[in-house]
C-alpha cells in the first residue's frame, strides 16, 4: 500500500507539475494529485484483471488445440485445472474487484496477443507442468501459482511492461506499492472457506491520508515564497541553475512539514526527503538538502516557529 514516503512523492510530483505548467489553478492539480492517488487503485484492478485473464486464456487454448488438423491426445484432453482455481474464482466473484472493472472499464480487447503470449509463456514453464500433476490442491498450492504468474509471467515480460507503461505515467515509481497491494492480496486470500473477502487497501487511512497530502500540497504552494526566502539566504553562493529544481521542492515540502505538522517529527521529515532525494534528484542533493535544512531548521528553533505536539518530536 501507499505509504507516507509514497504519498510524499505524489505531492513531490504535483508541485513539479504545477510550477511547471502555465496553469496556476491550483484546485485543478489538488484534484490531480487525488488522481494520481485512484490510478494506482485503477493499476492494481487492471493487473488483477490480467491475472484472471491469463488463467482464463487455458479454455481458449484448449479449444485452438482441439480443433488443430491432426490433434493429440493431449491435444484433445488438455489439462483445465487452473480454470477451478480456488483464488481466481473467488476474485472473479469479489464485488469490489467486479465493482474496479466496472469503473474502470477494464477489458483487455486491446492487447489481443498480450493474454495469449503470457499464457504461452506460463504453460511452457515448468512450474505450471508440476502444478498440474498436483492433486489436492490447498490454498497455498492455487495462491503459489498465481504468484508464479504475476511474478515470474507478468513482471518478467517486457511487453506487459510496456502496456503498462502505456497506461500509467507512474508505473516505474508505483510498481512497488502494486507489488504490495498483490501481496496483501494473497494474505487476505488465507481461510478455509476459500474466499477473497477484502481486496487490498490503497492506504491504510484513506481519511487521515488524503487530509495530509492535500495540506502538504497547499502550504507548499501558499508557502512558497516565504519557503524560497528562507532557502534563498542559505543559498547564496549558489548559482540558482545549478540548485536543481527537485532539490528546492523537497526543501520547501520539508518546511512546510518543519512549521505546519505539529505532529510529524522533525527526524522523520528530515530522513524522508533525503531518501527521496536519492531517488529523484542529483547524487549530491543529499548532502546539500541536508546541510540547508540543518541550518534553516536551527534558525527557525531559535525563533519558536518549530512546535511539536509530544515528547521526542523536535529532537
Do not use: C
Amino acid at each position: 500500500m501507499l505509504n507516507r514516503r509514497h504519498l510524499r512523492v505524489k505531492v513531490l510530483q504535483s508541485l513539479y507539475a504545477y510550477h511547471q505548467s502555465n496553469s496556476g489553478d491550483i484546485r485543478q492539480h489538488e484534484k490531480n494529485l487525488l488522481q494520481s492517488i485512484d490510478k494506482v487503485y485503477e493499476m492494481y484492478i487492471w493487473m488483477l484483471s490480467l491475472i484472471s485473464e491469463i488463467a482464463a486464456y487455458a479454455a481458449n487454448d484448449a479449444e485452438e488445440r482441439a480443433n488443430k488438423h491432426l490433434p493429440t491426445e493431449d491435444d484433445l484432453n488438455a489439462n483445465l485445472k487452473i480454470l477451478s482455481n480456488k483464488f481466481v474464482l473467488s476474485l472473479q466473484q469479489n464485488k469490489e474487484f467486479l465493482t474496479g472493472l466496472k469503473k474502470y472499464k477494464v477489458a483487455w480487447d486491446f492487447e489481443p496477443e498480450l493474454i495469449k503470449s503470457l499464457f504461452i509463456v506460463l504453460k511452457n514453464s515448468d512450474d505450471y507442468k508440476e502444478y498440474l500433476k498436483k492433486t489436492g490442491d490447498t490454498i497455498q498450492t492455487d495462491k503459489d501459482i498465481i504468484k508464479f504468474i504475476f511474478k515470474k509471467v507478468i513482471l518478467k515480460s517486457s511487453i506487459a511492461e510496456q502496456v503498462f507503461e502505456d497506461m500509467f505515467i507512474y508505473w516505474p515509481v508505483d510498481k512497488d506499492v502494486l507489488q504490495a497491494l498483490i501481496a496483501k492480496t494473497f494474505k487476505n486470500f488465507a481461510n478455509d472457506e476459500f474466499e477473497l473477502n477484502n481486496l487490498a487497501e490503497v492506504t491504510a487511512n484513506w481519511e487521515e491520508d488524503r487530509e495530509f497530502i492535500v495540506n502538504l500540497f497547499e502550504q507548499s504552494i501558499r508557502f512558497n515564497s516565504d519557503y524560497q526566502e528562507l532557502i534563498g539566504k542559505k543559498t547564496q553562493n549558489w548559482e540558482p541553475d545549478r540548485i536543481a529544481m527537485m532539490d528546492t521542492l523537497l526543501m520547501k515540502m520539508a518546511l512546510a512539514e518543519f512549521i505546519n505538522f505539529p505532529s510529524i517529527p522533525v527526524k522523520v521529515t528530515i530522513n524522508e526527503y533525503l531518501e527521496i532525494s536519492k531517488e529523484f534528484s542529483t547524487p549530491k542533493s543529499n548532502s546539500f538538502i541536508n546541510g540547508i535544512l540543518d541550518k534553516i531548521l536551527f534558525e527557525l528553533k531559535a525563533e519558536n516557529k518549530v512546535k511539536k505536539t509530544g515528547r521526542g518530536l523536535i529532537e
